[in-house]
């Protein structure tokens, strides 16, 4: 199985932050990346697909890199609604894996 | 608009079987494929199983296998995870979510989740 390790488990901001959250992943996995975002008491919501494609509707500060095993979520400007946990998830191969999540709370 | 709509969880002692469903609208849910993840409350996420967009191709999580299946209802557009030798460990939110693209395995659309407990 590919493992998915994101880093840091937490994080600390504030609004107007810039914030990199990072994915690495035990072997190669090409592009085949996806970032959510989940806020409490919700269902994930998909941000970022094949590694740095914004999926519709979501807000251009929000961008993802990397290809291979290591990758990064970007968050250019930090908003109040951004305050939420983000899991990157491989697509690569079954089965599927996520990452433990990073939360970024409110400094 | 597309929703994805589970039901089906509850309360079942170690041992017992239960049904989830995920009631679509919006898409057919026949041509795509679809997933079920999992997630502890407070920890993180989990796949469980994926069915292809023709049945013909269903995975599943080792954890699960054997024990849960995954299938579809097409005149009803429903999504099913019938889970038997249920343990405590499979305590969790069951969300059923939809494949972005066939065979990309990110998934666009996410229902609610509904929570199993398995305790005695």
């Known amino acids: 199985d590919i493992q998915v390790t994101q880093s840091p488990s937490s994080v600390s901001a504030s609004v107007g932050d810039r914030v990199t959250i990072t994915c690495r992943a035990s072997?190669?996995?090409?592009?085949?990346i996806a970032w959510y975002q989940q806020r409490p008491g919700k269902a994930p919501k998909l941000l970022i697909y094949d590694a740095s494609n914004l999926q519709g509707g979501v807000p251009s500060r929000f961008s993802g890199s990397g290809s291979g095993s290591n990758f990064i979520l970007t968050i250019s400007s930090l908003q109040p609604e951004d305050f939420a946990t983000y899991y990157c998830q491989q697509t690569h191969s079954f089965p599927l894996t996520f990452g433990g999540g990073t939360r970024v709370e409110i400094k | 608009e597309v929703q994805l709509v589970e039901s089906g969880g509850g309360l079942i002692q170690p041992g017992g079987s239960l049904r989830l469903s995920c009631a679509a609208s919006?898409?057919?849910?026949?041509?795509?494929?679809m997933h079920w993840v999992r997630q502890v409350p407070g920890k993180g996420l989990v796949w469980v199983a994926r069915?292809?967009?023709?049945?013909?191709?269903?995975i599943y999580a080792d954890s699960v296998k054997g024990r849960f299946t995954i299938s579809r209802d097409t005149a009803k557009n429903t999504l099913y995870l019938q889970m038997h030798s249920l343990r405590a460990e499979d305590t969790a939110i069951y969300y059923c979510?939809?494949?972005?693209?066939?065979?990309?395995?990110?998934?666009?659309?996410w229902g609610q989740g509904t929570l199993v407990t398995v305790s005695s």
């Open positions: 069915i292809s967009e023709d049945e013909s191709g269903t």
């Open positions: 979510a939809r494949d972005r693209r066939a065979n990309n395995f990110d998934f666009d659309y």
């Open positions: 919006g898409f057919t849910l026949s041509t795509y494929w």
């Open positions: 072997q190669d996995v090409s592009n085949c």
